[in-house]
């Protein structure tokens, strides 16, 4: 039998994959960036637009591999 991930997810949170990601928006000031590992990348480019959207910053976001990982990587900018 399967377990289910029964996590509760809060407003900000990503989960492009189906796997929860938590960032410490708080933390991200301007110049910032951070990096979601994903295979889905439109889900967690639609994701991230939504949260800065609700904070109301602005920012560039790039589709790539690091280190050998596919993501997003997004910059807060002015």
């Known amino acids: 039998m399967m377990k289910k991930n029964l996590e509760i997810l809060r407003t900000d949170d990503l989960y492009p994959d189906g796997v929860k990601i938590t960032v410490d928006w708080a933390d991200m000031i301007v ?9 889905d990348t439109t889900t967690a480019k639609n994701q991230v637009k939504a949260v800065f959207k ?3 910053w602005d920012y560039i976001m790039d ?3 690091e280190s050998g990982i596919l993501g997003v990587r997004v910059w807060r900018t002015l």
């Open 31 to 39: 110049g910032s960036s951070i990096f979601i590992p994903c295979v």
């Open 54 to 56: 609700g904070k109301k």
């Open 63 to 65: 589709i790539r591999a």
